[in-house]
Protein backbone atom coordinates (compact mmCIF):
# COMPACT_ATOMS: atom_id res chain seq x y z
CA UNK A 1 0.00 0.00 0.00
CA UNK A 2 2.67 2.26 1.09
CA UNK A 3 4.46 1.77 -2.59
CA UNK A 4 1.29 2.96 -4.20
CA UNK A 5 0.41 5.71 -2.03
CA UNK A 6 3.98 7.11 -1.73
CA UNK A 7 3.59 8.51 -5.43
CA UNK A 8 1.14 10.81 -4.32
CA UNK A 9 2.93 12.38 -1.48
CA UNK A 10 6.37 12.17 -3.26
CA UNK A 11 4.23 14.32 -6.43
CA UNK A 12 3.14 16.71 -3.80
CA UNK A 13 6.31 17.28 -2.22
CA UNK A 14 7.35 18.14 -5.59
CA UNK A 15 5.39 19.52 -7.86
CA UNK A 16 6.76 22.63 -7.91
CA UNK A 17 9.36 21.09 -9.99
CA UNK A 18 7.84 18.92 -12.29
CA UNK A 19 6.60 16.12 -9.69
CA UNK A 20 9.76 14.00 -10.14
CA UNK A 21 8.93 12.93 -6.33
CA UNK A 22 6.63 10.35 -7.99
CA UNK A 23 9.57 8.01 -8.43
CA UNK A 24 11.23 8.00 -5.73
CA UNK A 25 8.60 6.57 -3.11
CA UNK A 26 8.07 3.45 -5.07
CA UNK A 27 11.24 2.92 -5.78
CA UNK A 28 12.91 3.31 -2.48
CA UNK A 29 10.41 1.04 -0.56
CA UNK A 30 10.73 -1.48 -3.87
CA UNK A 31 14.49 -1.93 -3.41
CA UNK A 32 14.07 -2.20 0.36
CA UNK A 33 11.72 -4.68 0.52
CA UNK A 34 11.79 -6.95 -2.51
CA UNK A 35 14.12 -9.50 -1.44
CA UNK A 36 11.98 -10.12 1.74
CA UNK A 37 8.13 -9.71 1.28
CA UNK A 38 7.15 -10.82 -2.48
CA UNK A 39 3.51 -8.90 -2.24
CA UNK A 40 5.62 -5.75 -2.03
CA UNK A 41 8.44 -6.57 -4.37
CA UNK A 42 5.42 -7.17 -7.19
CA UNK A 43 3.19 -4.04 -5.64
CA UNK A 44 6.24 -1.90 -5.63
CA UNK A 45 7.35 -2.94 -9.18
CA UNK A 46 3.85 -2.22 -10.56
CA UNK A 47 3.55 1.24 -8.28
CA UNK A 48 7.31 2.57 -9.91
CA UNK A 49 5.99 1.01 -13.93
CA UNK A 50 2.58 2.88 -13.54
CA UNK A 51 4.86 6.05 -12.50
CA UNK A 52 7.12 5.94 -14.93
CA UNK A 53 4.23 5.23 -17.70
CA UNK A 54 2.54 8.67 -16.86
CA UNK A 55 6.09 10.88 -16.50
CA UNK A 56 6.76 9.38 -20.20
CA UNK A 57 3.15 10.62 -21.18
CA UNK A 58 3.43 14.13 -19.87
CA UNK A 59 6.96 14.33 -21.08
CA UNK A 60 5.77 13.66 -24.49
CA UNK A 61 3.23 15.87 -23.75
CA UNK A 62 5.61 18.82 -22.95
CA UNK A 63 7.93 18.13 -26.08
CA UNK A 64 4.97 18.39 -27.99
CA UNK A 65 4.14 21.58 -26.91
CA UNK A 66 7.77 23.03 -27.24
CA UNK A 67 8.21 20.78 -31.10
CA UNK A 68 4.92 22.72 -32.44
CA UNK A 69 5.76 26.34 -30.77
CA UNK A 70 2.94 25.95 -28.35
CA UNK A 71 0.26 25.32 -30.89
CA UNK A 72 0.73 21.50 -29.33
CA UNK A 73 -0.87 23.02 -26.03
CA UNK A 74 -4.38 22.74 -27.62
CA UNK A 75 -4.02 19.12 -26.99
CA UNK A 76 -1.42 18.68 -24.10
CA UNK A 77 -3.54 20.51 -21.26
CA UNK A 78 -6.35 18.84 -21.95
CA UNK A 79 -4.76 15.52 -22.25
CA UNK A 80 -2.44 16.36 -19.27
CA UNK A 81 -5.16 16.89 -17.17
CA UNK A 82 -6.89 13.33 -18.20
CA UNK A 83 -3.78 12.08 -17.49
CA UNK A 84 -2.84 13.50 -14.06
CA UNK A 85 -7.11 12.65 -12.43
CA UNK A 86 -6.50 8.87 -14.03
CA UNK A 87 -3.19 9.12 -12.18
CA UNK A 88 -4.80 9.95 -9.18
CA UNK A 89 -7.87 7.73 -9.04
CA UNK A 90 -5.49 4.80 -10.05
CA UNK A 91 -2.87 5.58 -7.53
CA UNK A 92 -5.66 5.43 -5.04
CA UNK A 93 -7.48 2.62 -6.36
CA UNK A 94 -3.93 0.34 -6.04
CA UNK A 95 -3.47 1.45 -2.66
CA UNK A 96 -6.91 0.45 -1.09
CA UNK A 97 -6.11 -2.89 -3.29
CA UNK A 98 -3.41 -3.52 -1.65
CA UNK A 99 -4.40 -3.07 1.71
CA UNK A 100 -7.14 -5.43 1.02
CA UNK A 101 -3.91 -7.87 0.09
CA UNK A 102 -5.22 -7.84 -3.70
CA UNK A 103 -2.29 -8.10 -6.69
CA UNK A 104 -3.39 -5.19 -8.51
CA UNK A 105 -2.45 -4.12 -12.04
CA UNK A 106 -2.89 -0.50 -13.95
CA UNK A 107 -3.88 -0.60 -17.40
CA UNK A 108 -1.86 0.76 -20.24
CA UNK A 109 0.85 0.77 -17.65
CA UNK A 110 4.63 -0.10 -19.85
CA UNK A 111 6.22 -3.25 -17.52
CA UNK A 112 9.69 -1.74 -18.03
CA UNK A 113 11.10 -3.29 -14.53
CA UNK A 114 10.24 -6.81 -14.24
Same mark, same amino acid.
Given at each position: ???H????????????????G?????L?I?L? +? +?????F??????? &??????T?G??????????? %?????????A?? &??? #??????? %?L? #????? +???????Y?????????K
Amino acid at each position: MFAHLSSLVGGLLTSAVGGWGTFIGPLIIWLV +K +KDTMPFVDDQGKE &ALNFNITVGIAMLALVLLSI %VTLGIGLVIAIP &AGV #IIAIAWL %VLT #IIAGI +KANEGVLYRYPLTLRLIK
